[in-house]
């Protein structure tokens, strides 16, 4: 069978979401078990691996998200309990204290916060702990879920202490081991790489945060009213990124997410006081009243206006639980540390499924989950809880994050099975190599544009850029060599699009919206996310191929092309952006005079 061929039988379970989920309008409940069947069916009869293997799989698939579901409960254990003791009320009058713009929110929540938490975490914690806090803070849910889905890009390479660089790629390359003596130096030097092609591609994402959220949930339903805080947006990019470039090029790939999401939070809050580049108190720009919101954007976790029974809780004690969040994702993750050997001292582990070479296993206190639970527990007493409204909050969790599972356990077997394709009697490889074959094959040089896309398709179908990135690492630095440029960038290419495959994961999107409550609207988030996914795909993908031709083509070719236009479309949008809202603002009020 020919290569095309192969990649486009292999891409059939990528098209079946795309059609049922995002085109149709299903919901992953529906859509999952149907792509989840194509995969079986190509396994089984296409590529024809043995059937043992595919259930081996499926029960991988579902031990998977059993972990994944349990995250969740833990995430929305957390927003329970604060509301209970009162603390998301006293967090919310402290972000309306800095700001009540929500633009200004949710760039300081989302963007910053978000990465510091997920250089700390990663596994898509930052959508479990950013997403609930912005429901808490007045935003619609799927409002919050777009939100915390668009900034699962920048930082995710470098998320959970830099795990998929240096357990996705290094482990990719390593198991080819005429690439390099040292693989860790090889791994350090992407890692730089890649952060300088994030830096590029993340400098518009939180100005992509804002005006997402003011074209679909704003009264006006109109870009520009985001893209008026373009100076406050690009100044808390780079008070991020600058940081993170500067950690990923000198201490290595552990710390740039972490550290820049934390550098650019101190400086943006403490600027944000100041009124530096802020909106003027007559432009705040604020949610229509929640009476008038549509209702597929609110979720089924209610957030209470809930006060703590002494009246009045301090800051300090009302953000104390996100704060030994922090504190234990960090001392948990670092290897230089005795607490990571303690936590993943006890592995459920189910080797050898059906005879297989397929194993699974869970670390159930290293999971996020463990220390979301921990810290419910903790947060009882610190906030002189009840023992009441405690349990309530138990009960609640239980009941959204069942929601959930309906379509994570198709969702994710799926994955499994894809992932897990090659050795058949058919003598192909796996669906996903079998699928990147065949963009090499039909772009040729033009492959470094492409690199990106294959980084994303690998995370949006496993969830994860670490997965990806082993799936992918040696392929890319294979490509690279092949057709005679610096491979290591082709790499950095490869874990920059997985990183932003993020943002249209479907089971990172089912299980930020199981955590407030509105699984369902999985397409519909899609439809969102896909905008800045496809910009960060393609503008790094033109950086990456100005680079690495740069010395044959110079500085007029395809990639720079692509800059420059990209360039120019986003100068001129801000440019002109006072005329259009103003036009928008008029028609809107002659819309109300009529």
């Known amino acids: 069978?020919?290569?095309?061929?192969?990649?486009?039988?292999?891409?059939?379970?990528?098209?079946?979401?795309?059609?049922?989920?995002?085109?149709?309008?299903?919901?992953?409940?529906?859509?999952?078990?149907?792509?989840?069947?194509?995969?079986?069916?190509?396994?089984l009869f296409v590529w024809q691996v043995p059937g043992a293997n595919v259930a081996a799989a499926s029960v991988n698939g579902l031990i998977t998200a059993a972990t994944l579901l349990y995250i969740?409960?833990?995430?929305?254990?957390?927003?329970?309990?604060?509301?209970?003791?009162?603390?998301?009320?006293?967090?919310?009058?402290?972000?309306?204290?800095?700001?009540?713009?929500?633009?200004?929110?949710?760039?300081?929540?989302?963007?910053?916060?978000?990465?510091?938490?997920?250089?700390?975490?990663?596994?898509?914690?930052p959508a479990a702990v950013a997403v609930p806090l912005l429901v808490g803070l007045g935003f619609p849910a799927m409002a919050?879920?777009?939100?915390?889905?668009?900034?699962?890009?920048?930082?995710?390479?470098?998320?959970?202490?830099?795990?998929?660089?240096?357990?996705?790629?290094?482990?990719?390359?390593?198991?080819?081991?005429?690439?390099?003596?040292?693989?860790?130096?090889?791994?350090?030097?992407?890692?730089?790489q890649a952060a300088i092609l994030h830096a590029i591609a993340g400098t518009l994402i939180p100005l992509f945060v804002v005006a997402l959220m003011t074209r679909f949930f704003g009264k006006n339903k109109s870009f520009s009213e985001g893209l008026k805080v373009w100076k406050f947006a690009l100044f808390a990019s780079f008070a991020?990124?600058?940081?993170?470039?500067?950690?990923?090029?000198?201490?290595?790939?552990?710390?740039?997410?972490?550290f820049g999401g934390l550098v650019g939070l101190v400086i943006v809050v403490v600027a944000a006081k100041k009124g530096f580049l802020m909106p003027k108190e007559?432009?705040?720009?604020?949610?229509?009243?929640?009476?008038?919101?549509?209702?597929?954007?609110?979720?089924?976790?209610?957030?209470?206006?809930?006060?703590?029974?002494?009246g009045n809780m301090s800051m300090l004690r009302a953000w104390f639980p996100y704060v030994l969040i922090g504190v234990f994702l960090i001392i948990t993750r670092l290897e230089v540390l005795p607490f990571r050997?303690?936590?993943?001292?006890?592995?459920?582990?189910?080797?050898?499924?059906?005879?297989?070479?397929?194993?699974?296993?869970?670390?159930?206190?290293?999971?996020?989950?463990?220390?979301?639970?921990?810290?419910?527990?903790?947060?009882?007493?610190i906030h002189g809880m009840n023992a009441s409204a405690y349990k309530k909050a138990w009960a609640h969790s239980g009941k959204t994050m069942l929601a959930a599972s309906t379509a994570l356990i198709f969702t994710v077997p799926m994955v499994q099975v894809f992932l897990n394709s090659g050795g058949g009697a058919a003598g192909f490889e796996r669906m996903p190599i079998e699928l990147a074959n065949g963009v090499v094959a039909a772009t040729g040089d033009l492959f470094p544009l492409f690199?990106?896309?294959?980084?994303g398709l690998g995370a949006f179908i496993a969830g994860s850029n670490t997965v990806s990135n082993m799936m992918f690492a040696l392929f890319q630095y294979d490509a690279g060599a092949q057709i005679g440029v610096?491979?290591?960038?082709?790499?950095?290419?490869?874990?920059?699009?997985?990183?932003?495959?993020?943002?249209?994961?479907?089971?990172?999107?089912?299980?930020?919206?199981a955590v407030v409550g509105l699984v369902g609207k999985e397409g519909a988030i899609i439809r969102k996310t896909i905008v800045p996914f496809s910009y960060y795909a393609i503008l790094s993908g033109a950086v990456g191929y100005s680079i690495v031709w740069y010395s044959e083509k110079g500085l007029f070719h395809i990639g720079s092309l692509i800059i420059a236009l990209i360039a120019i479309t986003a100068g001129y949008l801000i440019a002109t952006n006072n005329k259009r809202l103003n036009s928008t603002l008029s028609q809107g009020g002659r819309g109300i005079n009529q």
């Not at 891409?11 to 309008?25: D, E, H, N, Q, Y």
């Not at 432009?283 to 809930?306: A, H, L, M, R």
């Not at 080797?351 to 989950?369: C, H, R, V, Y």
């Open 1 to 43: 069978m020919s290569t095309g061929m192969l990649a486009l039988l292999s891409l059939l379970p990528i098209v079946v979401v795309a059609i049922l989920l995002v085109g149709l309008k299903l919901p992953a409940s529906r859509a999952m078990p149907v792509s989840y069947l194509v995969a079986v069916g190509l396994a």
């Open 72 to 125: 969740i409960f833990g995430a929305i254990l957390l927003l329970n309990t604060l509301q209970e003791s009162g603390a998301i009320k006293t967090i919310r009058q402290g972000f309306t204290d800095i700001s009540a713009d929500r633009r200004v929110q949710v760039i300081i929540v989302a963007w910053l916060f978000g990465s510091f938490i997920e250089g700390s975490a990663g596994f898509g914690t």
């Open 144 to 192: 919050a879920v777009v939100a915390g889905m668009v900034i699962q890009s920048t930082p995710v390479s470098f998320g959970a202490v830099g795990t998929p660089m240096l357990v996705g790629v290094q482990s990719g390359l390593a198991a080819d081991a005429s690439i390099s003596d040292n693989f860790l130096a090889l791994t350090t030097l992407i890692g730089g």
């Open 240 to 258: 991020m990124t600058i940081p993170y470039v500067i950690v990923a090029n000198t201490l290595g790939p552990e710390f740039p997410a972490m």
């Open 282 to 310: 007559d432009e705040t720009w604020d949610f229509e009243e929640k009476s008038k919101w549509n209702p597929e954007w609110i979720g089924s976790v209610e957030i209470k206006d809930i006060t703590h029974k002494s």
């Open 341 to 381: 050997g303690w936590v993943q001292a006890w592995n459920l582990e189910l080797n050898n499924i059906f005879g297989t070479d397929i194993s699974a296993s869970f670390q159930p206190l290293f999971s996020p989950g463990s220390i979301f639970i921990l810290v419910t527990l903790i947060t009882f007493f």
């Open 451 to 455: 690199a990106p896309l294959i980084g």
């Open 486 to 513: 610096n491979p290591t960038w082709i790499v950095a290419l490869q874990a920059v699009g997985g990183a932003a495959g993020n943002m249209i994961c479907v089971h990172n999107v089912v299980a930020a919206l």
